[in-house]
């Protein structure tokens, strides 16, 4: 199972790194700009947070496959062992042939439907992002596409996995996980709400007060 973190803020992967066992981040063209710095800058400097071994994505913003094609090269060029995000569009499976061919690693974005996951992944995506929060918000059912897919990759495209994506609550990525899904990403205040339960911090409070009762300090 890999852990990644959404986000660009460099501060918050180098926190939180520390914390939880992450895989590396995930980027896109609306986090990128929240972040209010050049992808350019703020790419090195995420690949250095997360460490050699970590893995680092990044969104192309063309519209039609040359253009998507030679922003992926630029990308993969600029960061070696960046994975290439590509939105699942007629343009973006263009791409992702091409993209394939040259041994550039894709992941599929924008999905929201197994079937076109499916296509992503029979084209040459490694990585196939189903938006779960997106899907519901639609009227959908997030979890059950996450499942459809999942199935799907395991008996047509058994190289390319499900990396879930769009979540509010930690309950969603919990039900992808379930669903069988080897890989989500999350923002970073998600992956917070995994530990921060108030009820934790009462039950620790209440070890403390009964020890320094006992023994009047806090020391074993």
């Known amino acids: 199972m890999e852990l990644y973190l959404d986000t660009a803020n460099v501060a918050d992967v180098e926190r939180l790194a520390q914390i939880f066992p ?9 986090i ?17 947070a997360i460490g050699p071994d970590g893995i680092l994505f990044a969104q192309t913003m063309s519209r039609d496959a040359p253009g998507m094609i ?4 630029q990308l993969s060029k600029a960061i070696p062992g960046l994975v290439v995000k590509v939105p699942v569009t007629a343009q973006g499976l263009i791409a992702i042939k091409t993209l ?53 990759l ?5 190289e390319s996995k499900v990396l ?29 709400q995994m530990l921060n339960t108030p009820a934790v911090e009462s039950a620790i409070d209440k070890f403390e007060q009964d020890w320094n009762n006992a023994f009047g300090n806090l020391m074993l």
């Open 154 to 158: 395991e008996m047509h495209a058994p």
């Open 100 to 152: 394939k061919k040259e041994k550039i690693t894709i992941l599929g974005t924008a999905v929201y439907s197994a079937s076109q996951g499916l296509l992503a992944a029979l084209a040459g995506a490694k990585y196939i992002a189903p938006y779960v929060n997106r899907v519901d918000a639609q009227g959908g059912d997030g979890i059950r596409t996450v499942q459809e897919l999942q199935s799907l």
């Open 32 to 48: 990128i700009a929240a972040n209010g710095e050049s992808i350019w800058d703020v790419l090195p400097r995420l690949q250095n």
């Open 164 to 192: 879930a994506a769009s979540f509010k609550t930690p309950r969603q990525a919990l039900d992808c996980l379930l669903a069988g899904c080897e890989a989500i990403t999350l923002p970073t205040d998600v992956a917070q």
């Open 22 to 30: 992450i895989a590396g981040v995930t980027t896109n063209p609306s």
């Open 70 to 73: 030679a922003e992926a090269r």
